[in-house]
């Protein structure tokens, strides 16, 4: 960030907003792009001295193959990359710096040993491909991870390899189709409800399902009922997120469960809110068959300004011979247990990655995993939904709460109170950049209108939270007071809100050379 | 907060979970370590594996062992960096969004192509993703494929299943290149698949396939699992390609046994409405000044569901940091220095191995840093290898669950990390099964 004291001479006043004073300046404020920083003849690299004769690319390769540059990199110094990165790197929001409550994405904080273990040159520099003899620590490690995560959701089989829980939703997926087949049963529909994340239907149809969406109930639960008028013999499964989006725990489960097996479907579980539950309930107790976990959120691993994630798969026995090849196993040898990748799987879905997955999160997962235990990650769950509810019960009063009950880790407002003064959900979150916060998912579950969602996770304290809770009640003060002060929000970035639909009516993807910058 | 709440509990909290789905027990996982405890066992855990600083490496197949620039890892160990989220909100994700955007520039220049996405999960899927592309744009269902990873095979193979592609594929001839590729394809294929170089390592005729292909309405899609070969290969799309996706773990990336890893994904412009994954574009913003924002997400699952281009949500945003800080730091003339060390290195393993008694090499074709090596007959590749394991060195990959038509045989790799001593040893080790 800035000089402090350049921050505070543009925090808004009740004045409006202060003067910007010399800050627009700022060195760190102007980085340009990489490309633009170029000189010619910068190196920010060395080799050594080559030890083995030198070859002609042209002449070995062939003239036409081969390239003498790699025009269009840059060329910069060492110091030049580290300030370039360094600088934009302070145009970013993180965890690090503070609540961050993207609803349904978990940003809890990331533990630094997580990060240490990740390193050690045994993880970090290791080859899928070596003979399981020389990887006996990182297998054993995948082994033990798989069965600590079916024993925290209850399921008999887990997977580790998807790299993200929308590949772990299109292998869940996968395999239900493929436990269909094996019984030479085509069926071609997949359940989702209204208020599921996107990828549930995207998962879907990338199988060739076709999607049918079921509404959820006035009280934002779904309901049998609901199931029941919409199940049929020619559908898959049933794709569920427990707790919802709306962040109430599904009280019908077990009977909308009941409805679809006895339909012959199965019950797809998306483990996106699985924080909630951590040693509370287990899906697999509540009739889930199939579920991806998202380490990214759950287990602590960092979110990477994007991914890496990791999205393993856990299943019932039934769906156990179709998870993805190979997997790691373990024998007992005279000389103790040994571990090895099984890639004998007949009825296997395939592979999915390349190798065996983003190990490096499941590296930091093991190590949460390891740090909490069974009672730390109880209190994962229980902090998670005390935090939650504490919010809502907090904010209630003032901004509109369209299923006012229990939540579990996370709540749902709408901009609804604030219509008369026309400031949105939009104009809500952008205001609360100046307050220094990440905003909360906005405008997502579909079915709320103008929804903010917020879940605070369990690494908030409680002067964290009330101090939150004083920005959301200020900005809805501001939108009666100043609303012109709310919708022309942020103030204190260095960029004004950007313009999303120039970016989409004439893309411009990368830099070219000699455009006006 | 109890009382704010009005709750007496916390377990009043969970009123919503029915008794009966209640657990009712605490987890069966090891109970909780101190972060001293833990860092001793998973360190415990750690050394029992064999490390590219612990042995001499030649041991690639799509996962390289190259020399990562200290400045990455400081870099990318910036907190602001690894614990933000996808740039949701632009005005506060800048530093995410600026990155993404060098890539992508980055990415294009590379690869000779007009549009990059902000990244894939790895190059399997990259492929795979790349092979759906080809099918909605050409309304095909047939790929073929040629001197393609067995495991991105596998994992084409998988995300083919539910809409239904086909795979065809290209045998290699005599000198180790794709042989009559123009005979596979028809009026039913929607691309070819040709990786370069090759899995076994031979350099491909790019612009060959982009003929073959292209007589028949078909797209090209170069595949690639090692992304420092662009430091010395022509861009495949200057050669006719028309997607170029992979694997760019060499840019920075630490093999982390396999990952995280890095796919990449290209196309001309005319694809970009069919292109799958993040992309970030410029704008401006209100007083005009330049910025950048996620864009086309109507092409993307949260918006259009189940008619997205794909399911994929996130990126692989750290590793695109890495990669593009490796990139920065080698930049024009340092990436190529950096590739033709690595050919430099190869080609002087492939000279000691034919110099050497009971060794052959089966195929004649170009490679970048990695080769076939044929071993003695009577010679095992499970001896091979062990031999090398004796001198300290893992000597490369085990043929036969592969490619079982060569005989004993062995990919090796040799890289900026292998010295002309190690090298020595290597194929000594190797030739010490004839006899």
Redesign the interface.
């Known amino acids: 960030m800035s000089d402090p004291n350049e921050r505070t001479n543009q925090l808004p006043g009740a004045a409006g907003i202060a003067a910007v004073g010399n800050a627009a300046t700022h060195v760190a404020f102007e980085e340009p792009l990489l490309f633009e920083r170029s000189r010619p003849g910068r190196v920010g690299w060395s080799l050594p001295a080559l030890d083995v004769p030198a070859v002609d690319p042209a002449f070995h390769l062939g003239g036409e193959a081969v390239r003498e540059t790699c025009d269009g990199l840059p060329e910069l110094s060492e110091v030049d990359v580290v300030r370039h990165f360094t600088r934009i790197s302070t145009w970013n929001y993180s965890v690090d710096h503070g609540l961050y409550p993207l609803g349904s994405c978990t940003m809890k904080y990331n533990p630094k040993l997580n990060e240490a273990a990740a390193r050690l040159p045994g993880f970090a520099l290791s080859h899928p491909l070596q003979p399981a003899a020389l990887a006996q620590g990182v297998l054993q490690l995948l082994f033990e991870l798989e069965r600590q995560l079916a024993e925290i959701s209850g399921m008999d089989a887990v997977t580790l390899q998807p790299a993200a829980g929308s590949q772990g939703e299109l292998a869940g997926v996968m395999m239900i189709r493929a436990y269909h087949e094996s019984r030479g049963d085509k069926r071609m529909k997949v359940l989702v409800p209204d208020s599921a994340h996107g990828t549930n239907p995207a998962s879907a149809a990338m199988n060739g399902y076709e999607v049918v969406s079921v509404p959820s109930g006035a009280d934002g639960v779904l309901h049998p009922e609901a199931v029941a008028a919409a199940m049929s013999p020619e559908v898959a499964c049933l794709m569920l997120t427990n707790p919802s989006t709306l962040g109430l725990f599904e009280t019908h489960v077990a009977e909308i469960a009941k409805i679809v097996h006895a339909g012959g479907g199965l019950v797809y579980g998306d483990g996106a809110n699985l924080n909630a539950l951590l040693g509370v309930a287990r899906p697999g107790d509540f009739g889930i068959d199939v579920m991806h976990f998202n380490l990214h959120k759950t287990f602590s691993t960092p979110h990477g300004g994007g991914g890496p994630g990791a999205g393993p798969v856990g299943v019932k026995g039934m769906l156990e011979p179709f998870l993805p090849a190979p997997l790691v196993r373990r024998r007992s040898t005279p000389d103790g247990d040994a571990y090895f990748l099984d890639d004998e799987r007949p009825l296997s879905i395939g592979r999915l990655h390349g190798n065996l997955g983003n190990v490096g999160m499941l590296v930091r997962a093991f190590a949460y995993i390891r740090s909490l235990g069974p009672d730390g990650l109880r209190r994962c769950a229980e902090l998670a939904v005390l935090n939650a509810n504490y919010v809502l019960a907090r904010l209630r009063d003032v901004y509109h709460v369209p299923y006012d009950r229990r939540v579990m880790h996370e709540c749902v407002l709408s901009d609804a109170k604030l219509a008369p003064h026309h400031v949105s959900t939009m104009d809500v979150a952008k205001r609360l950049i100046d307050y220094g916060y990440h905003p909360p998912t906005i405008y997502f579950p579909l079915i709320v209108a103008g929804a903010l969602m917020i879940e605070p996770t369990e690494s908030e304290s409680l002067e964290g939270l009330d101090q939150f809770v004083a920005a959301m009640r200020a900005i809805v003060r501001e939108a009666a007071e100043d609303p012109a002060l709310v919708r022309g929000a942020p103030h204190t970035t260095r960029l004004s809100r950007l313009d999303e639909t120039r970016a989409a009516r004439k893309p411009v993807l990368r830099w070219t050379p000699g455009r006006d910058t | ?2 009382d ?4 007496d509990s ?1 377990e009043a ?6 008794r ?4 009712g027990r ?8 101190s ?1 001293l405890e ?2 001793r ?14 042995h001499a ?1 030649f ?1 690639g ?3 390289y ?1 190259h020399f990562v ?1 200290s ?1 990455i ?3 990318a ?20 969004l ?2 993404i ?2 890539w ?3 990415v ?3 690869t000779g192509l ?3 996405n ?2 894939m ?5 990259a492929t795979a993703e790349a092979a759906l592309m080809a099918m909605r744009v050409t309304k095909r269902s047939k790929i073929v494929v040629a001197g393609l ?1 067995p ?2 095979r ?2 084409l ?3 083919l ?4 592609g086909t795979i065809e594929h290209a045998s290699y001839g005599a000198d180790g290149r794709t042989r009559d590729l123009a005979g596979h394809v028809d009026g039913d294929t929607a691309c070819v698949v040709l990786q370069s170089p090759a899995f076994l390592g031979p ?1 491909e005729d ?2 060959a396939a982009a003929e073959a292909a292209r007589a028949q309405g078909a797209l090209l899609v170069v595949s690639i699992s090692e992304a420092l070969s ?6 495949p799309g200057e ?1 006719g390609a028309d997607v170029v996706c992979g ?1 760019a773990q060499s840019f920075g990336i ?8 890095l796919g990449f994904l290209a196309a001309r412009e005319k694809h ?1 409405r069919q292109l799958p994954g ?10 005009g ?5 996620l ?4 092409r ?9 281009t ?10 695109l ?1 890495r990669a ?2 490796f ?12 590739a ?2 690595n ?3 190869a ?2 393993l492939r000279e000691r191995i034919a110099r050497t008694p009971g060794l052959a090499l089966p195929f004649a074709a ?1 490679v970048f840093h990695e080769l076939v090596v044929t071993l003695a007959p009577g010679d095992s590749a499970e001896r091979a ?1 062990a031999r090398a ?1 004796d001198d300290g060195i ?1 000597g490369g ?1 085990d043929l036969a669950p592969y490619a079982p038509e060569l005989g004993p045989a062995l990919l090796v790799c040799a890289t ?1 990390l292998a ?3 190690s ?1 020595d040893r290597l194929v000594a080790a190797l030739g010490r099964g004839a006899s």
Not at chain 2, 20 to 23: A, E, N, Q
Not at chain 2, 161 to 164: A, L, M, S, V, Y
Not at chain 2, 254 to 261: E, L, N, S, T, V
Not at chain 2, 310 to 319: D, E, F
């Open positions: 907060m109890l704010a709440i009005g709750v916390l909290l969970f009123e919503d979970v029915p009966g789905l209640r657990l605490p987890l069966d996982v090891p109970p909780a370590a972060e833990v860092m066992e998973l360190g415990a855990m750690a050394a029992r594996n064999a490390h590219a600083e612990s490496w041991l197949a799509g996962t062992a620039p400045a890892d400081a870099l160990g910036r907190a602001e960096f690894y614990t933000s989220y996808t740039p949701y909100q632009p005005e506060i994700s800048q530093g995410t600026q990155t955007f060098e992508q520039t980055m294009c220049a590379l007009e549009v990059a902000a990244s999960y790895d190059g399997a899927s990873h495991h991105y596998d994992v193979r998988t995300y299943d539910g809409p239904g350099i790019v612009r662009l430091g010395v290969l022509r861009a050669l694997e630490p093999m982390g046994f396999g990952g995280p890893h970009l993040r992309l970030c574009g410029e704008t401006v913003d209100a007083n000044k330049r910025g950048f924002v864009t086309l997400s109507t993307e699952q949260h918006i259009r569901r189940e008619r997205a794909s399911n994929i949500c996130t990126n692989q945003g750290l590793m940091l593009t800080i990139l920065a730091l080698l930049g024009r003339e340092g990436l190529a220095a950096l033709r060390q050919l430099a290195k080609a002087y170009p290898l394991l893992v990959l900026e010295t002309r001593e090298i």
